[in-house]
């Protein structure tokens, strides 16, 4: 793959040994792969990135310091080469899907390619792009870096032509279309939810016209559908039956405890999806509380807050064979359309549509809530809507655990949620603003040394594009007219 210049073998504990074989496939058995193996895929490296880095987890463990931002180069390779595969598969299916002439299989091929490969260019900044998916038929092995921009403007424009492409002729293997069953009118929904989240994630970039373009979609459902309801929401849900089982908690280890930010933030507004997400602890000092461990802490404080006891994930919730894993949801979408109306950029009723995503994501997680239950949350003073920025992403936060590295990427372009940075954490003291290049291609592409040149560092400290602190350092000024309102979003942080 032109991408790096080679391949390797990754995730191997959770692929399915019915999957296809690209050259021998049709376009239904990829879109198979691309849902089940690349979920596999996703949900493994994200909880030990995402999570760890925006404070849901913490390794408790002295082999893992993710918490501390200390990572090695195996982390970006598997980064990378997940990304990078599952966007190649993509665009093979997208191929076979033009020689079958289904153009349903066309648009839900360039919606896949358009996840994978914005959370690859959202990790790493610019990146190998157009030439690299050329590397297979062109044998283009040492592909030139494209900008984030260039980069986020053709994938927007693959998402625009796949809400064209959908139509009632042509059909979707529904055993093969894990999420849907070959409903296409609810693919349809996905991609254009997906627009939404890539248009909002380049909002800080006045060029991109996001305001314009998100206003458009959101007051024109019948050319744009968009999730509606939880029934929409891009969730996978296992069988149970090998192959087809979340995996996730056979391969996970019980040195990771919640996170003290994220436990805080839900105890002090006693949200119910507490119970849903984690466990009270079960010994120790703090036995029968939700509790915590602080994020980036020194070993020996760690060592204290474990010895007294901390929460744990909800081994129900997430561990299961049947455990769900969700790629977006319609909470998602609803905090998008509130800041966007918080922001100015669209007329409407901001706290009626926070209010509704943070119901809808209330209902996703615990379906036969009580209204009562639903109000008295939305009444908690943490919780009411005060007109800020902040109140909106600190709901989404809560809502996004477990959805990729969607928290990451929000805080990056927001600076909300306020997190709490430890005493003990690297990276000079920087929370991490992106993944470093792994060393593959480092040593494989000579386009690279163009590239650092360019960019100054290739390290965790160096902002992407699209970033809330690209825009800053580049222009002050323009951060205040980006229309975010809360805490002041870097007062505690060394950015």
Same mark, same amino acid.
């Given at each position: ?27 239904? $058995? %990829? ?12 949900? @493994? ?39 990078? !595969? ?6 093979? %299916? ?25 959370? %690859? ?14 590397g297979i038929d062109e044998n283009i092995m040492q592909p030139k870096f494209d900008d984030q921009k260039v980069i986020y403007d053709s994938l927007l424009m693959d998402l625009e032509r ?42 800080? !970039? !006045?060029? %991109? ?54 436990? =805080? ?20 000092? =703090?036995?029968?509380g939700y509790v915590g461990i602080t994020s980036g802490a020194p070993a020996s404080v760690i060592s204290k807050q474990s010895a007294d006891g901390a929460s744990n994930s909800n081994n ?25 109306? $918080? ?10 549509? @926070? ?8 209902? $996703? ?31 989404? @936060? ?27 954490? !690297? ?23 163009? $590239? ?44």
């Amino acid at each position: 793959m032109g991408l790096c210049g080679c391949t390797s073998n990754f995730d191997d504990y959770n692929k399915d040994p019915n999957r296809a074989e690209v050259g021998k496939a049709n376009s239904s $058995q %990829m879109l198979e792969d691309l849902i089940f193996e690349g979920a596999g895929s996703m949900k @493994y490296r994200t909880w030990r990135h995402n999570n760890e880095f925006m404070q849901y987890t913490v390794e408790t463990s002295t082999l893992n310091q993710l918490h501390r931002f200390v990572l090695t180069d195996s982390e970006f390779k598997g980064a990378w080469n997940f990304c990078g !595969r599952w966007a190649v598969n993509a665009i093979e %299916m997208y191929k076979l899907a033009e020689k079958e002439e289904n153009t349903n299989a066309q648009a839900i091929a360039l919606t896949m390619k358009a996840l994978y490969l914005s959370n %690859m260019t959202d990790l790493f900044g610019d990146m190998p792009f157009k030439e690299a998916f050329k590397g297979i038929d062109e044998n283009i092995m040492q592909p030139k870096f494209d900008d984030q921009k260039v980069i986020y403007d053709s994938l927007l424009m693959d998402l625009e032509r796949a809400n064209t492409l959908y139509t009632k002729t042509s059909t979707i293997d529904a055993k093969r279309d894990l999420l849907y069953n070959g409903d296409v009118t609810k693919w349809r929904k996905f991609t254009n939810s997906l627009y939404l989240r890539l248009l909002m994630r380049v909002s800080n !970039r !006045r060029d %991109m016209n996001s305001a314009e373009r998100i206003k458009t979609v959101f007051e024109n459902p019948s050319q744009y559908p968009i999730f509606e309801s939880n029934d929409d929401n891009a969730t996978l849900k296992y069988s149970g039956t090998r192959p087809f089982v979340n995996d996730f908690g056979d391969n996970a280890t019980d040195d990771s405890a919640m996170g003290e930010r994220f436990i =805080n933030i839900m105890v002090d507004s006693s949200d119910p999806r507490i119970s849903v997400y984690c466990n009270r602890v079960s010994s120790g000092a =703090n036995a029968g509380g939700y509790v915590g461990i602080t994020s980036g802490a020194p070993a020996s404080v760690i060592s204290k807050q474990s010895a007294d006891g901390a929460s744990n994930s909800n081994n129900t919730t997430f561990r299961q064979y049947t455990s769900p894993y969700t790629f977006m949801t319609y909470s998602e979408v609803l905090f998008i359309k509130a800041e966007a109306i $918080q922001r100015g950029m669209m007329d409407g009723e901001a706290s009626e549509t @926070y209010y509704a995503a943070v119901t809808a994501s209330l209902k $996703q997680w615990i379906p036969d809530i009580s209204e009562s239950a639903v109000e008295t949350f939305l009444q908690n003073g943490a919780v009411a809507y005060d007109a800020t920025t902040e109140i909106i992403i600190t709901q989404k @936060y809560v809502s996004l655990f477990t959805v990729g590295y969607e928290s990451w990427h929000e805080y990056r372009r927001t600076g909300y949620p306020l997190l709490v940075m430890g005493e003990a954490i !690297r990276n000079d003291g920087v929370h991490p603003t992106r993944f470093p290049y792994p060393l593959v291609l480092r040593s494989s592409n000579k386009n690279y040394a163009t $590239q650092l040149a360019k960019m100054g560092e290739d390290n965790m400290k160096t902002p992407v594009w699209w970033s809330r602190k690209a825009v800053k350092l580049e222009n002050p000024e323009e951060d205040n007219n980006l229309g975010y309102t809360g805490h002041k979003w870097d007062a505690d942080i060394k950015w």
